[in-house]
C-alpha cells in the first residue's frame, strides 16, 4: 500500500503560476491537485499561509566524500540538504579518490539510496584525476546514471582536449560543466583584485582570469554544438559575455551562488580577512553583484546553486592567504535568495522556484521534477516566508560551519521538506 | 602614563597621527640612552618578548632581540622557516604552544598578508607587526619616518618617492599609510607591472619615469629588487631595470638639494642605487639601522607598559 499524504490549503508556486489548492501525495508521486480534496490519508499537513515549492535541485555541492568524510558526508550532506528544501542535489568529482570512473560514481549513487534522504547524484570528471591529461569514459558514466561532467576546481586546460570532451559528451548527451578560470592570470591569489587586495597586498585574482575562459569554452561548446553549462558565474564582465552568446547560442546555460550577488570585496575587509570570507571564484565588487543580480532577473543567469564547500574549522583558521576556498550553503541558501533577492524586488517567488527547482530540472533533462504537477515525483518544500531566523553555528546539521553568513538574520524557513513522497525534514519550530 | 592605549601594532594603517608622535617621542628617548654608556633601563623588567619568524629576517630579528633586550625584557626568539613547517595550520599551534610561557608581547614576521589580525585571536600577548607578508611592515616605516624627522625636522607637507617593486612590497605600504597621516605626498615609481590595480585610489601618485617622478622630491625610499621572486615575469632583464629605475648621480640631481635617500637594506649596489653614490648615501642608510633598534625599543616601550 502507497504511503499518502495530503498537503492542505497549500499556496503552490511554479515558475510560471501560483494557486492555491490541496495536493494529494501517494507513494513517491503526486497524484492529485485540487481545491478541497476529500480522501482518507496517512498524515495530512496543514499548510495555510505557508508556500509550497517545487524541491529545489543543487547542481553545484562538494560533499568531501569520499577522502574527507571529517568534513561532510553523504548523511550530513543529506541532511544539510534536506533542510534546505534540496531534494536533488549534484555533486562533484573533486573527492579523494577522484570520481573519474563508473565504479565510484555507482557507489556514490548506491550510498546516498541506502541514506535515501535526498537524490545524491555524482557529476562524473572530464579527465582522469581533474588533470587535463586524458578524458574518463563517458559512456561508462552514462550507463550508471551520470547526468553531467566537470573537472570542477580545474578547468581544462588544453583546447583541444576540452573540445575533444564536448564533442564527445555530445554523443551521450551528457551536459558539460565548466569551473571557468585561467590559473596562469590567477596566480594562486585569494580575493578579487581590487583596491582592498592591493591595499593589503593580498595575492589576487583578477577577473578576466573567468571571463577568458569563460569566453573560450562558450565559443568551443558552440563550434561542435554541445551543451554547455557555467559554473559560478561571479562578475559582471562574464555576465556581459554570456548575455551576447546566449543570443547565438541555446545550448548554453549558467548558474550563480548565493554570495556573488550579496558580497563584495568590502565585506572580506570589514572581515578582517577572516578566511570564512575566503570563496573562488573570489567575491566580486559592487558592480559585479548588481550585475549579477539583474542577470537573474533577465534571465541570463539561469540557475542558483550553492558551491557547496565543507571546509573544517581548523582549515578555516588559518590565515586569510593560506586557507582553502568555499563557504557551505545548503542551509542557507533558500533563505538568501529570500531575503536578499525576493524582498528586495529582484525576483518574485515564481523567480525563486524557476532558479532554484524549474531550470535546473531543465538543464540536466529531469522530466519528473522541477514542478508541483499531477503525475510528477513528489518533491516538494514547504516554506514560511514571514518568517525571520538567525544563522547559528550550533544549529547547523552540516559537518562544517564554514559560511561568511553566521550570525546574520535571515527571512523565509523551511518547515517540511517531502522527498518523494517522504518527508525528510520537518521543522521543530512551528 | 604614555598615553599609549594600543595593544597590538599591527598595521600604519590603523595608527593615528598621534600615536605615531607618541613613538617618535619614545624613540627620541631611547635613541639618547643608547649612546650613554650603560645602554639598558630597566623598563620592560620582567616582561617577557617572543619574537616569532616565520621567515627568514636576520636584520630585522636582530633589531627587535636587541630592542628588547635594552629594556632588560626576556626575550625568546623562535624561528622557522615556512617550509620547514608541515603546513599554515602549525602556525596556530606554535602561537598556542608558545602561549603557555606567557609572553607580554609577540613580535610576529609572517608570510602572508594581512594575516595578524586572526592569530591575535589565539594569544592573550600584544602582537607587533615585523613584516606580514606584502601588507605592511610598521616598524620598518616608522623608522624611515623617523629619519626623515631627524634630518628634516618635520614628516609633514613633503614629497616622498618609493622606488622599484611595490606590488610586493610592505614597506612601500607602510611608508604610503605613515607619510600620508602627515599630509606628505606620495609617489611612487617602478615598472608598470609592478604597480598594484588601482594603486592611485590610495591617494599616491603613480610614475613611470623616474627622471620624471624624482623631480623636488623631499624623500626617496629605494625598495630592494627581489632578485629570487619569478622577478623575469615582471620586467625582463636587470640590465633594463637598473637602465629605467637605478638611482645614479645625474638623477639624484632633479631631487631637492637636500633630499634624502633611504632603503630598506641589504642594497643591491649597482641595482637599485649605483655605487658612485655609496660614499655620500651609506651614511644615512645605516643611521636607518640605528634608528630601527630606537624605534623598535619604542613600540616595544609603549605596548609592554600600556595601561590596562
Ligand atoms: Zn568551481
Redesign the interface.
Known amino acids: 500500500m502507497n504511503m499518502k499524504i495530503l498537503i492542505k490549503k497549500a499556496t503552490i508556486v511554479n515558475y510560471d503560476k501560483i494557486s492555491e489548492a490541496d495536493i494529494l501525495i501517494s507513494g513517491d508521486k503526486i497524484v492529485k491537485i485540487s481545491k478541497n480534496i476529500k480522501e482518507k490519508v496517512d498524515r495530512e499537513i496543514n499548510a495555510a499561509g505557508k508556500h509550497v515549492l517545487p524541491g529545489f535541485i543543487d547542481m553545484h555541492v562538494h560533499l568531501r566524500t569520499p577522502g574527507r568524510e571529517d568534513e561532510e558526508d553523504f548523511l550530513s550532506g543529506s541532511l544539510a540538504a534536506a533542510k534546505g528544501g534540496f531534494t536533488t542535489v549534484f555533486c562533484m568529482p573533486n573527492t579523494s579518490p577522484c570520481i573519474d570512473n563508473e565504479g565510484l560514481a555507482n557507489w556514490v549513487r548506491e550510498e546516498a539510496q541506502r541514506i535515501g534522504l535526498v537524490d545524491i547524484w555524482p557529476i562524473g570528471a572530464i579527465t582522469k584525476n581533474r588533470e587535463g591529461r586524458e578524458l574518463t569514459e563517458f559512456g561508462a558514466f552514462k550507463k550508471v546514471g551520470c547526468m553531467a561532467l566537470s573537472d570542477d576546481g580545474n578547468s581544462v586546460e588544453d583546447s583541444f582536449l576540452f573540445r575533444c570532451a564536448l564533442e564527445y559528451a555530445k554523443m551521450f548527451d551528457l551536459l558539460t560543466i565548466s569551473h571557468c578560470e585561467d590559473k596562469n592570470l590567477s596566480r594562486q591569489g585569494s580575493m578579487r ?3 582592498i ?8 585574482i ?1 577577473d578576466i582570469s573567468e571571463t577568458v575562459r569563460l569566453y573560450r569554452d562558450i565559443e568551443i561548446a558552440r563550434y561542435v554544438d554541445a551543451r554547455l553549462h557555467l559554473a559560478h558565474v561571479s562578475c559582471a564582465k562574464s555576465v556581459e559575455v554570456i548575455a551576447d552568446k546566449k543570443e547565438h547560442f541555446p545550448g548554453l546555460s549558467c548558474e550563480t551562488a548565493p554570495h556573488y550577488f550579496i558580497l563584495t570585496v568590502d565585506d572580506v575587509e570589514k572581515s ?4 570564512n570570507f575566503k570563496v573562488n571564484p573570489p567575491l566580486g565588487k559592487k558592480e559585479d553583484v548588481e550585475a549579477v543580480r539583474s542577470a537573474l532577473k533577465k534571465g541570463i543567469i539561469d540557475c542558483i546553486a550553492t558551491d557547496h564547500a565543507p571546509h573544517s574549522a ?2 578555516k ?7 582553502p576556498f568555499g563557504f557551505i550553503g545548503l542551509e542557507l541558501c533558500f533563505a538568501l535568495v529570500y531575503t536578499y533577492l525576493v524582498t528586495k524586488d529582484i525576483l518574485d517567488i515564481k523567480g525563486l522556484v524557476e532558479k532554484l527547482s524549474y531550470n535546473p530540472a531543465r538543464i540536466l533533462r529531469l522530466g519528473n521534477k522541477g514542478k508541483i504537477q499531477e503525475g510528477l515525483l513528489a518533491d516538494l518544500v514547504i516554506t514560511d516566508l514571514r518568517k525571520e531566523w538567525e544563522v547559528k553555528k550550533d544549529s547547523l546539521v552540516s559537518k562544517s560551519k564554514n559560511t561568511p553568513f553566521l550570525d546574520s538574520t535571515l527571512k523565509g524557513t523551511v518547515n517540511y521538506t517531502i522527498h518523494r513522497g517522504k518527508v525528510v525534514y520537518e521543522s521543530t519550530g512551528l | 602614563m604614555s598615553g599609549w592605549l594600543k595593544k597590538h601594532i599591527i598595521a600604519l ?1 590603523d595608527l593615528e597621527r598621534r600615536e605615531i608622535e607618541l613613538i617618535f617621542d619614545a624613540a627620541q628617548s631611547f635613541k639618547e640612552i643608547s649612546q650613554r654608556e650603560v645602554k639598558k633601563t630597566p623598563a620592560l623588567r620582567g616582561k617577557t618578548v617572543i619574537n616569532l619568524f616565520f621567515e627568514n629576517s636576520t636584520r630585522t630579528r636582530v633589531s627587535f632581540e636587541l630592542a628588547a633586550k635594552r629594556l632588560s625584557a626576556d626575550v625568546l626568539n623562535f624561528s622557522s622557516s615556512t617550509s620547514s613547517l608541515a ?3 602549525s ?2 599551534d606554535i602561537i598556542k604552544n608558545l602561549e603557555s610561557y606567557h609572553p607580554d608581547i609577540f613580535v610576529i614576521r ?1 608570510g ?4 595578524l ?3 591575535t585571536q589565539y594569544t592573550k600577548a600584544s602582537v607587533i607587526n615585523a613584516g606580514d ?4 611592515h610598521p616598524t620598518q616605516a616608522l623608522l624611515d619616518m623617523f629619519t626623515v624627522k631627524k634630518a628634516r625636522g618635520t614628516v609633514e607637507n613633503l614629497k616622498i618617492l618609493i622606488v622599484g617593486d611595490i ?4 614597506v612601500a ?1 607602510s611608508n604610503i599609510f605613515g607619510f600620508q597621516k602627515f599630509s606628505s605626498q606620495v609617489r611612487v615609481c617602478g615598472p608598470s607591472t609592478l604597480i ?4 592611485d ?2 591617494g599616491v601618485e603613480i610614475f613611470y619615469d623616474l627622471d620624471k617622478a624624482i623631480e623636488d622630491v623631499d624623500v626617496i625610499i629605494m625598495l630592494r629588487v627581489q632578485r629570487e621572486r619569478q622577478a623575469l615575469s615582471f620586467f625582463p632583464s636587470l640590465r633594463e631595470y637598473v637602465d629605467k629605475f637605478s638611482l645614479s648621480p645625474e638623477r639624484l640631481k632633479r631631487a631637492k638639494k637636500d633630499c634624502i635617500v633611504m632603503h630598506p637594506g641589504p642594497i643591491n649596489w649597482d641595482v637599485e642605487i649605483s655605487s658612485s653614490l655609496k660614499e655620500q648615501l651609506h651614511p644615512l642608510i645605516l643611521r636607518q639601522v640605528e634608528n630601527g633598534l630606537a624605534v623598535r625599543m619604542a613600540v616595544l616601550y609603549l605596548v609592554g607598559t600600556r595601561k590596562k
Open positions: 583584485e581590487s583596491f587586495s592591493s591595499k593589503y597586498g593580498i595575492g589576487s583578477p578582517a580577512f577572516n578566511a581548523a582549515e583558521e588559518l590565515p586569510f592567504e593560506d586557507a | 594603517k603546513k599554515g595550520e602556525i596556530i609572517i602572508s598578508s594581512a594575516s589580525r586572526t592569530l607578508g606584502k601588507n605592511e606590488l610586493h612590497s610592505r605600504r598594484p590595480y588601482e594603486f585610489k590610495l
